[in-house]
């Protein structure tokens, strides 16, 4: 660099203020004002949901749930249901709000029960997560249940809503079961879900399945 250059100046990113443009009962749109890296004050249309419960970080949980069952394959947990925004129906983990003053962790055992009927027992959770940065602030927890499928509720579980299909998709096979239903019906994957799938199959995979490897 020449001494007659200026040497660059930056900023941390940083929120000026929030401004409410509209709210509904779920969901807020808010005009934020930010100053970018380079120094430059902007304007970002962000959405928030109006539901996040005080001292918590998330606004709810994703749950992946795991059924075990004797002479059985494990199987993953997964509900089908019309979403409004998209028109059509989607394939999801089961996932809810987290009520006040409860935990990430209870809220997925609850949520479970209601959409699918199983009992679980939480083995695993994930830190604070973002679901779409771009648009909005919402966020989640991961939690990962087992289920035992030979105790008595979980032989023939009972849901709480009527309005969600159960599905049940083999561990080992999940991203090609999904596939399959994609191809059969109208059916739109949610983005964690198949991610989660594109590494089962990795955590699956056989070295000596590639076709260099073979003899």
Same mark, same amino acid.
């Given at each position: 660099m020449s001494n007659s250059e200026e040497p660059k100046v930056t900023t941390a990113p940083h929120i000026v203020k929030e401004e409410l443009m509209a #709210? =509904?009962?779920w969901l807020k749109l808010e005009k934020t004002t930010y100053v970018d890296h380079a120094g430059?004050?902007?304007a970002w249309e962000t959405v928030k949901r109006t539901t996040r419960q005080t001292?918590?970080? #998330?606004?709810?949980v994703g749950i992946i749930a795991l059924l075990k069952r004797t002479l059985h394959k494990d199987c993953v947990v997964m509900v089908k249901q019309f979403r409004p925004p998209m028109g059509c129906h989607t394939l999801e983990f089961p996932a809810g709000l987290i009520d006040e003053g409860e935990s990430a962790e209870a809220a997925a055992l609850r949520e479970l029960k209601e959409e699918t009927g199983f009992k679980g027992e939480v083995v695993g959770i994930t830190p604070v997560t973002c679901l779409d940065p771009g648009l909005s602030n919402c966020t989640t927890q991961m939690v990962m249940v087992n289920i035992n499928g030979d105790e008595g509720e979980n032989i023939n579980p009972t849901q709480q809503l009527e309005f969600v299909e159960v599905i049940l998709l083999?561990?080992?096979? @999940? /991203? !090609?079961?999904i596939d399959d239903l994609m191809k059969k019906e109208k059916i739109v !994957?949610? #983005?964690? !879900?198949?991610? @989660?799938? %594109? =590494? %089962? !199959? /990795?955590? @699956?995979f056989k070295p000596r399945e590639l076709p260099v490897l073979k003899q």
């Open positions: #709210a =509904g009962k430059s004050t902007r001292n918590t970080e #998330a606004d709810g083999p561990l080992d096979e @999940f /991203q !090609v079961k !994957v949610d #983005a964690k !879900v198949y991610i @989660f799938a %594109m =590494g %089962m !199959v /990795q955590a @699956f």
